[in-house]
């Protein structure tokens, strides 16, 4: 399936009235369809596994800035260390450990996105919003620039339980601007669901299908 620029141009511009910024998931598609989007001047595209990304990476201009939105297993957080833009899965104090060695070792600090569970299904990952106490205290890790939270809705049609969900997330992260003065990002929105997300505040989507079509 080719990719949709047209669809890219509008989605594009109408984050861009809003000031949202749009992170292209470009997992599963070929260094070339990237390549379409960049042409575009698209910089920012996510990918969900390592292996992949290295490829890409090594592959592609150097200008491109990668988000890395999948779940992040720890022995594979070295990999990435030298050059990720940001990390959006962070959703253990273990793998902030890990991010936070990795960065020492190169004297990087790294950005990263607490992964906070939103939605009602037991496979998601992530922090609970509820649970003040519980989130990681930033001056534990030096190497890591928290930027923001990141969230995934329920994947269901019911749009008010989504709505609600991404509204929540809005308010935690507003919430915790005091514990992390860093906080600029929130990533929530992906192609079913990015214009309630961008109705409910949100800085970053995360869009894939709508661009280079299903996987
Ligand atoms: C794949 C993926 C996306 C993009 O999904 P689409 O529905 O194709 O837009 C966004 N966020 C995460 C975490 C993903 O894994």
Redesign the pocket.
């Known amino acids: 399936m080719p990719v949709n620029t047209e669809a890219y141009k509008t989605i594009k511009h109408s984050l861009e009235a809003r000031h949202v910024t749009l992170v292209a ?1 470009s ?1 599963f598609k070929t260094p070339e369809d990237i390549m379409t989007l960049y042409e575009l001047g698209q910089r920012d595209f ?1 990918e ?1 596994f390592v292996q992949e990304l290295l490829m890409k990476e090594a592959a592609l201009p150097k200008d491109i800035r990668w988000h890395f ?2 779940h992040l297993q720890t022995n594979k957080v070295k990999y990435l260390a030298p050059f990720i833009h940001m990390i ?2 962070a959703d253990s104090e273990k793998l902030l450990s890990e991010i936070n060695k990795q960065g020492a070792k190169i004297d990087r600090t790294i950005r990263v996105l607490l992964q906070m569970f939103i939605a009602d299904e037991a496979t998601k990952f992530g922090f609970d919003a509820d649970q003040v106490t519980d989130l990681p205290e930033p001056g534990n890790y030096p190497f890591i620039l928290f930027e923001g939270m990141m969230g ?1 809705a329920s994947f269901t049609d019911d749009t008010k339980k989504v709505a609600a969900e991404f509204s929540g997330l809005r308010s935690a992260y507003k919430k915790f601007t005091a514990k992390y003065p860093g906080f600029n990002t929130l990533s929530m929105g ?3 669901d990015y214009e309630i997300a961008v109705a409910a505040g949100t800085t970053m989507v ?5 661009l280079f079509g299903s ?1």
């Open positions: 998931v997992k996510g969900n939105i999948g959006h899965g995934m992906m192609s079913g995360r869009i894939g299908s709508l996987r």
